[in-house]
């Protein structure tokens, strides 16, 4: 199983709602990974969680809130949206957060109205 | 290739040729390299990966090129198919600072029947 699983596959929010973006993985890996993908753009960096510990942080505004539950769960949180963060958001997981191939999910689709 | 704006670089070749996709990276410190495969509305699947101490790999119809003294990396795909059409994306790792993939900005292959 080289899955990485996101859900919804497409969400349209209000600026007010609170919403929150999941990800699984069952392959075992200890590095997951949120990505920001606008349209005709390369994939961005968000957020890096290492052994179910956040790591690195891209400078993400904070209405923007990852969790890391277990290892083979992530979450990002979405509270006070702009349309401007419309976008594609991408999981991707790891087997180790070192030099390994990233297995990507299908992204979840997200507009802000 | 690098994106200009909202237009991605196109490759557009005739079923059956090769294609070769290049992509110039900004980091002299890289020492990871992916490429990766994104079809609309799917997120990024891995193709094939390259090592700093290397400088061809080969996969199931697909090269890998690194050019450390130019910081420039190719992918060839041999005998182009209608399957191959998608946007390719070069990413490059840093071995010190995590998985941090960086992506390139993307070049759009469209084969033609």
């Known amino acids: 199983d080289t899955e990485v699983t996101q859900t919804p596959k497409h969400l349209v929010m209000g600026m007010t709602n609170k919403k929150s973006l999941k990800c699984e993985q069952h392959m075992g890996h200890r590095a997951m990974y949120w990505y920001k993908q606008k349209a005709k753009k390369p994939p961005e960096l968000m957020f890096v969680y290492s052994y179910e510990k956040l790591s690195i942080n891209e400078s993400v505004p904070s209405r923007f809130s990852p969790e890391c539950p277990n290892s083979s769960l992530l979450n990002l949180h979405l509270h006070a949206l702009q349309p401007e963060d419309s976008a594609l958001y991408l999981c991707?997981?790891?087997?180790?957060?070192?030099?390994?191939?990233?297995?990507f999910g299908q992204g979840t689709r997200l507009t802000v109205v | 290739g690098e994106s200009v704006g909202l237009h991605l670089p196109t490759l557009s070749v005739q079923e059956g040729d090769n294609s070769i996709i290049n992509c110039a990276y900004s980091?002299?410190?890289?020492?990871?390299f992916i490429w990766y495969k994104q079809e609309s509305g799917k997120g990024p699947q891995f193709i094939i990966d390259?090592?700093?101490?290397?400088d061809k790999r080969q996969g199931q119809r697909v090269t890998v090129l690194l050019n450390k003294t130019v910081k420039h990396l190719s992918l060839q795909i041999a005998a182009t198919q209608p399957g191959d059409s998608a946007v390719y994306f070069c990413?490059?790792?840093?071995?010190?600072?995590?998985?941090?993939?960086?992506f390139g900005g993307g070049t759009r292959l469209m084969v033609k029947p």
């Open positions: 991707a997981s790891s087997k180790v957060p070192m030099n390994t191939e990233a297995f």
């Open positions: 390259i090592r700093s101490n290397m």
């Open positions: 980091n002299s410190a890289s020492d990871y």
């Open positions: 990413a490059e790792n840093i071995y010190n600072a995590g998985n941090m993939l960086t």
